[in-house]
């Protein structure tokens, strides 16, 4: 069976799982259940195997003893649900309460469970086997054995054959539209390299790519046991982050001390485990925090010299990564007081691998040093076996490439200069030693290793020491970076197999082979092993790595090295131009790679923007001399630009498929003046001109190449389009060739299809898109371009100098995504990006503008409305700062247009203008759930520039703010900045000069529309639009949207008693409108429309969560107690028989409060933590239950002050114990409503703690919470703290990272009508008196320090121990509020 079929076979009857088949959510992602769900319907083919199978399962049941006892058959009956019962074994007696206790312990239930999945299992396999359903011979003989390990193995029976190439169908469109929902295609998905731009810049995956690990993640979280089959697919390749994140931690935790890893326990008593040895280790060392250890400094200098001299960290340096690695080292020698420098090199792919974005997790140094214990300890390969590998490599090398190998030899022996005294000889030799025990190694030379003073300088110079260090240090210290993550996603794929390292270091060594044959002594081959490897191209190493572990021989691996195609060695262009060189066949294809003979693509250059700098002659020379080289410089002293020619022609090895010609003028853009002095003449002159042909786009749509003979390995023989600048000279006959260019246009693309009968794979040609910047050689073109020579080769003579260049644009013209110039219609939002940069080569330029020539206001699109907008109407007006009452235009979005991002067709005209009008858009729509006329947002855009005297004549990106500026009050541009931006929301306008034609809107993705800082998304508001993306009505247009509302509306006014009438599509726009109406839909009385709730803008989403952040609890009775808030997830009835996810959402989450503001009151404790990250289950009637609890203990400090103190217990105890002063009160916050986090800050009356909490048990069912407390403080089950405490905590939506992105959080202080409201103010207020929390310290040091209170440093060190103590203390004794009911 293929991969499709993967959730099936492990589970041939949903049925059997007694589940609803519509609610069967295994992978928890929508693309991947929808196409499971979809395999599942009535007359699919797999209805017919599972009759099958269930019919053959029930004979094998009935005539099994496991039927025969009635504990077994209970259970049996319960694992297979009650629909399949009820369908299949009707006549049986079906008695579940058997399996309940008194009757049976939970123990042995748990037992028979596990045996009688057993049992089912092998009864399930041994009916496919008799209908040939499992790959296999039917008798279920030897065969099956070997066959069932590939599931794609072919199936004999023709049922099966139909159902896997259903499933393949079914499960093939799924991916696509996943795909295209995220702006993908299915091609891009196997072709695409370019790097995902909501990703660390250190991957080159694309987003494609990204997006199917995640898929991959999802089904080996369902299905571990398929870890092994997608190792083996995906070997030799890079894995993206997603997948790449999940799989190394997988390999980590398998690999612990444990005898098997199978359950995600074993992870949490690892991660506890951990945890406490770092925590005994802070006291051992008495240090406070773990990530400043004894050795810090050592550490952190270390740290600085490896990103200083390590070319793949070099990028690093001065990031949140060296910091982190610092800390992370810190923490593991706290944990187990290990540390070396080579570690450094270690943590680096793993800081990769698990990236912290932005740096702001405080717990990510622990989580690093977690899981580079877990690679010191039981991954990464000892240092004997490191050895053993290179001495195995070299032996290879040996067999492989004598040559090579013997030169090798010769270099180690020639000009020795090392010191013995500077290495660690003796560890070199037992490291030998011990590697020659194994098994696996080699055991040449081993008479080398007799006489270890006579042999120390050889050892150090033998070649496999500094494979040694390769493998040592992870291949860090040598490889660049992508280099890097390829090699250790291979060894992480194999388990770290050692035959994978020994292939790297085999690969790399023969990749230098041209490198290793120039060195002739030792210092040179040091050299090429320690600075060279940085140089090799990562798909060559793939290349290589691949073909030796496909057996091939090493003898073939130096061809793969694509630099020996390279005549040149690439230089800087001299100033003021440093262009970037273009990337030349970056995945050259195998040796074996043919490319399709076809008719290529259409290609197009578009967009030409020279910079021109001009060689000027020499005044005296012009008066002494008279020749025709000064005749011309003289014309090109007074340069024309309309005199200049831009041409384009295709060439392949050296033939001419097409030329085309720029037909406009050049228009100068910018001229300097007169320079002294150039890179190769200090005593010349040069002027810099930029002439740009910006309206001109050559294209070739009938390139046609024998393209069998496309061999892209070799440079020489690639398509290539020249471009020629010429100077037409006085007379209008002759042309002076300026300059040329060489643009490289296609690259090819893996077809993904099976090699044929001569093992040969084929590929095809696509246009290399995008903007090119590239340098201008002097002269005439030769006859044959090289695409080698990669910089021009200037002469003194030469018309042009250093610093030429043109900028121009590659395209593919019949790509539908380049926008037409005649017509407009709605772009696919799936396919565009959340957000892109304005370009300024593609956006309009601003220009002199006077008030009486007018101008266009084009009104494009409102991109990413939130969850609870439905419909919307844009209104604008153009309006001076001391009148804004000027009447609106109404724009109103295509009907086809998308729904979540409605898109326009909407101009205004204004004749005449003033310089400080301003544009003031408005944005209404229904609110989803409250069905109210509402404000959505609004914006002002600035129509002129004051400083520049110019229009704003462009493209802008304007973010939405909730709330409508004050009519009464003057308008500037920037009366909104203070309003809160709607998250994600923003709109898109156009400013140009008055036309005749309605001008189309470019698409998006053009980089056309300018934003500022302002309209940036957050990383917050991106996490928030690809919600949105992921909603079911994403794909909706807007006449979707009107006819569900039109629809609702029209039932809910008729209460049901008549059918509703479809509306007309000619009349949905007309009901927008009106339904929009203010005079029509807006109380009596109330003129202006208000804002949309923005914290609904976002529906809840499990994986994302919420944040609860506890702030303070006042006028709690707190004086002399260590008090923390203790929250508890209490979920509703629903949520509490929902299951875990495979993520771990959904569990019951538990924690408190742990870093106090010592500068406030025992009375009014109040904390600092950041934001509590939880997952529960969406549930309405779901709270969290917050307990506050307060200590009585004494810190006594160290009479030496040389460590934390001790802590103890009331009078003096040893042990600190609950009392019953330590029940401070308890309080409960809702957490969900109308499908969204109830988000704000709550101010909550805390009630009496008697430890009776049998009442908990009510609340999951209280339809409304607050009416449940005031009934239950009516009937007296629960009272108001005496003290009138209250407690002030907030409430955030997952999706916003940090509260700084947040909504405004609002204040709901409502729950304080359950009794007095004056009384809960009254006591906030009183309880601003008294001692601080910081005297639980400050009244145990001596009076000096006292009167300096907290700004005393040793106070701020007491403070340090005294926190990380109590914690402790507190952390124990919740052991015993457990006890008590808070499970």
């Known amino acids: ?159 099966m054959r139909v159902t896997q190439e259903h499933m393949t169908s079914v499960f093939q469109k799924g991916l696509n539209r996943h795909l295209a929902m995220n702006g993908f295609t299915a091609e891009q998905a196997r072709t695409d390299n370019i790097p995902d731009p909501s990703l660390p810049s250190m991957n080159c995956w694309s987003g494609a790519s990204n997006l199917l690990g995640h898929s991959l993640c999802a089904i080996l979280q369902r299905d571990p046991n398929r870890l092994s089959y997608i190792c083996k697919r995906l070997g030799g390749k890079q894995l993206p982050a997603s997948l790449r994140e999940f799989l190394w931690a997988e390999m980590l935790l398998r690999h612990n001390d444990s005898t098997v890893y199978t359950e995600k326990t074993t992870e949490k008593s690892l991660r506890k485990t951990f945890a406490k040895m770092v925590s005994k280790g802070k006291l051992e060392l008495k240090i406070s925090k773990a990530t400043e250890c004894p050795i810090s400094g050592l550490i952190k200098k270390a740290v600085q010299e490896k990103y200083d001299k390590t070319v793949c960290m070099q990028q690093y340096k001065g990031t949140s990564y060296t910091s982190q690695c610092s800390e992370a080292l810190n923490v593991l020698y706290t944990y187990n007081r290990s540390y070396e420098p080579y570690l450094v090199h270690w943590l680096f792919p793993l800081q990769i691998a698990f990236h912290d974005i932005g740096g702001e997790l405080e717990d990510h140094p622990y989580e690093l040093a977690f899981y580079l214990n877990l690679l010191q300890s039981n991954t990464f390969p000892h240092w004997p076996e490191i050895y053993a590998i290179a001495e195995q490599a070299m032996a290879r090398l040996q067999s492989g490439d004598m040559e090579l190998y013997q030169h090798l030899q010769t270099c180690s022996t020639t000009n020795v200069k090392v010191d013995p005294k500077e290495f660690m000889v003796q560890l070199l030799e037992d490291e030998r030693k011990k590697a ?74 023969l990749l230098l082979r041209r490198d290793f044959m120039e060195a002739t002594d030792y210092h040179q081959m040091r050299q090429v092993f320690l600075l060279t490897p940085c140089k090799l191209y990562t798909a060559d190493i793939q290349a290589a790595f691949k073909h030796l572990q496909g057996g091939g021989a090493a003898i073939e691996v130096p061809d793969l090295d694509s630099r020996r195609l390279e005549t040149n060695v690439p230089t800087t262009t001299p100033e003021p ?22 008719k290529l693509r259409p290609v197009g250059v578009t967009n030409f923007h020279l910079n021109l700098v001009i060689n000027q002659p020499d005044i005296r020379k012009m008066e002494d001399e008279d020749s025709p080289q000064l005749d011309v410089m ?22 001419s498929l097409g030329d085309r010609k720029c037909e406009n003028n050049g228009v100068m853009v910018q001229a300097a003046s007169l320079e002294r002095g150039n890179p190769l003449n200090e005593d010349g002159y040069t002027k810099t001109y930029q002439v740009s042909f910006s309206s001109d786009s050559l294209t070739f749509d009938d390139v046609i190449l024998q393209a069998s003979s496309y061999d892209l390995k070799f440079k020489e023989n690639q398509a290539v389009a020249l471009i020629t600048v010429t100077y037409r000279l006085l007379g209008g006959h002759e042309y002076l060739s300026l300059g040329w260019a060489k643009l490289p246009l296609y690259e090819y693309q893996d077809d993904n299809a099976p090699p044929d009968s001569n093992g040969t794979y084929c590929a095809s040609l696509r246009v290399q898109l995008g903007k090119k910047t590239l340098p201008l050689f002097p002269g005439e073109a030769p006859q044959m371009i090289s695409l080698s020579i990669a910089d021009p080769d200037y002469e003194v003579d030469d018309h042009l100098q250093p610093g030429s260049y043109v900028t121009t644009t590659c395209i593919d013209p019949s790509d539908a995504g ?80 998308p ?40 914006a002002i855009l600035p129509l002129y520039d004051e400083e520049e005297h110019l229009l704003h004549m462009a493209g802008f990106q304007l973010p939405l703010r909730s709330g409508i500026p004050d009519e009464d009050i003057p308008l500037d541009k920037a009366a909104l900045d203070k309003l809160p931006i709607v998250p994600g929301t923003s709109i898109l306008v156009r400013v140009l000069p008055i036309s005749k034609i309605f001008i189309p809107a470019p698409n998006y993705a053009s980089g056309y529309y300018r934003n500022s800082y302002q309209s940036k998304p957050t990383e917050s508001h991106m996490t928030v639009m690809e919600h949105y993306k992921r909603q079911d009505n994403w794909v909706e247009t807007v006449q979707d949207t009107i006819e569900n509302m039109h629809m609702e509306e029209t039932q809910t006014s008729q209460d049901g008693e008549a059918e509703a009438t479809p509306l007309a599509r000619e009349a949905m726009t007309e009901w927008l409108i009106d339904r929009l109406q203010e005079d029509k839909h807006l109380p009596e009385g109330v003129t202006t429309p208000g804002d949309l709730d923005l914290t609904r803008c976002v529906n809840y989403d499990l994986s994302c969560g919420l944040y609860v952040f506890v ?46 503001k010592f500068n406030s009151l025992q009375t009014a404790p109040q904390w600092k933590d950041p934001p509590k990250h939880i997952h529960p289950h969406y549930d309405t009637q779901s709270v969290l239950f917050i307990r506050i609890i307060g200590l009585t203990l004494l810190y006594k400090p160290d009479p030496n002050q040389e ?77 108001i703290n005496r003290q009138y405490a209250t407690a002030v905590v907030s409430v955030f939506d997952g999706h916003y990272h940090v509260k700084a992105e947040s909504v405004p959080l609002p204040k709901r202080d409502s729950f304080l009508d359950v009794d007095d409201f004056e009384k809960f103010a009254e006591s906030a207020q009183l309880g601003k008196e008294g001692p601080q929390i910081s005297q639980h310290i400050l009244r145990h040091l001596p009076k000096e320090v006292q009167d300096e209170e907290m700004d005393s440093v040793l106070y701020q060190q007491e403070e340090k121990y005294f926190e990380q103590l109590a914690l402790i203390v507190f952390d124990e004794v919740l052991e015993d509020v457990k006890e008590i009911g808070l499970k």
């Open 1 to 159: 069976m293929d991969d499709t079929s993967a959730a099936n076979s492990g589970n041939w009857s949903h049925g059997l799982e007694g589940g609803e088949g519509a609610s069967f959510r295994p992978f928890g992602v929508h693309w991947l259940d929808s196409a499971l769900q979809e395999t599942l319907l009535p007359g699919t083919p797999w209805e017919q195997v599972e009759e099958k199978v269930s019919r053959g399962l029930i004979g094998k049941l009935r005539s099994s003893q496991e039927f025969k006892d009635m504990e077994k058959k209970q259970m049996i009956l319960q694992l297979l649900g009650a629909k399949f019962v009820e369908r299949y074994l009707k006549d049986e007696l079906y008695v579940p309460n058997i399996l309940e206790p008194p009757r049976i312990t939970l123990l042995k239930r748990q037992q028979l469970q596990r045996t009688m999945q057993k049992f089912l299992k092998d009864k399930l396999d041994d009916v496919a086997r008799f209908h040939d359903y499992l790959p296999g011979t039917p008798d279920g003989g030897g065969e099956s054995s070997q066959r069932g390990e590939d599931s794609r193995q072919q199936l004999h029976s023709v049922e």
């Open 436 to 509: 020659a025990s194994l098994s696996w190694a080699t055991q040449q030379n081993s008479s080398s290793t007799d006489g270890l003073a006579d042999n120390s300088k050889s050892l150090l110079a033998n070649p496999v020491v500094f494979l040694r260090k390769w493998v040592g240090e992870g291949f860090v210290s040598v490889l660049d970076t992508q280099a890097v993550l390829l090699i250790w996603d291979q060894c992480f794929m194999s388990d770290w197999n050692r035959r994978v390292l020994e292939d790297v270091c085999l690969a790399l060594v």
């Open 577 to 598: 131009y440093n262009p970037v060189p273009i990337p030349i066949n970056t995945a050259p294809p195998q040796a074996d790679m043919m490319i399709k003979d076809q």
């Open 634 to 655: 003289d014309q090109l002293v007074n340069f024309q630009p309309e005199r200049l020619s831009v041409s384009v022609a295709v060439l392949h090895k050296g033939r």
């Open 818 to 897: 380049i926008p037409s110039e005649s017509t407009s219609s709605p772009q696919p939002q799936a396919e565009e990006p959340l957000w892109v940069p304005y370009d300024s080569d593609i956006g309009e330029r601003s220009t002199p503008w006077k008030p009486d020539q007018g101008f266009d206001l084009y009104i494009d699109q409102v991109r990413f409305l939130p969850d609870n907008a439905t419909i919307i109407k844009v209104t604008a007006r153009i309006v001076q700062p001391h009148d804004p009452k000027v009447a609106d235009v109404l724009a109103t979005p295509l009907l086809d247009s």
């Open 899 to 938: 729904a979540r991002c409605p898109q326009f067709e909407y101009r205004d005209t204004t004749e005449k203008a003033e310089e400080t009008n301003l544009v003031v858009l408005r944005v209404y729509t229904v609110d989803k759930v409250t069905k109210e006329l509402v404000a959505l947002g609004a």
């Open 1111 to 1156: 702030r303070m609890t006042p006028g709690v009775k707190g004086t002399g107690l260590y008090t923390h808030a203790v929250c508890q997830v209490l979920p509703g009835r629903r949520a509490a028989d929902l299951d875990i996810t495979s993520e771990g959402y959904g569990v019951v989450d538990r924690f408190h409060t742990k870093q106090h």
């Open 1203 to 1279: 460590g934390p103190g001790v802590i103890r217990g009331k009078h003096g105890k040893k042990r600190v114990q609950l009392g019953p002063e330590s029940y401070l009160g308890w309080t409960v916050l809702p957490m969900f409503d109308k499908g969204c986090v109830a988000q704000g800050t709550y101010i909550l009356p805390i009630f009496q703690d008697d430890t009776n909490l049998d009442f908990l048990e009510d609340i999951g069912r209280a339809d409304n919470l607050l009416t449940w407390l005031k009934s239950n403080i009516k009937k007296k089950v629960i009272k």
